[in-house]
């Protein structure tokens, strides 16, 4: 049985840039040494229905399963720059199962 891929999506609403920057600049390398490719990273959005919430600033970053992206997210390594985008921004973060 073959694991599935999980996709992480991220709704990002950046508050202060220059801090996020820091994060931004580490996490990308620290997501791919994972085994993690990102899919989105901040493109411009045409939200043509937006019922249940206003999308800001999408990220989407497919992980091979669900354990590996959750050992990236849950690592000592990603702590302290979570903590920056928590400090520096308001964030939704999903991990869906993929087909």
Do not use: C, H, Q
Request: glycine share 6%; net charge neutral.
């Amino acid at each position: 049985m073959t694991s599935k891929a999980v996709y992480m999506i991220g709704d990002v609403d950046i508050k202060n840039i220059e801090e996020y920057k820091k994060y931004m600049e580490k996490v990308k390398p620290m997501i791919e040494s994972y085994g993690g490719e990102y899919l989105i990273r901040g493109g411009e959005i045409d939200a043509l229905e937006t019922n249940l919430w206003k999308p800001t600033r999408m990220v989407l970053v497919k992980f091979p399963n669900k354990k590996i992206a959750m050992e990236w997210y849950n690592s000592d390594e990603y702590k302290p720059y979570k903590n920056i985008r928590l400090d520096n921004a308001t964030s939704n973060i999903l991990m869906v199962e993929g087909l």
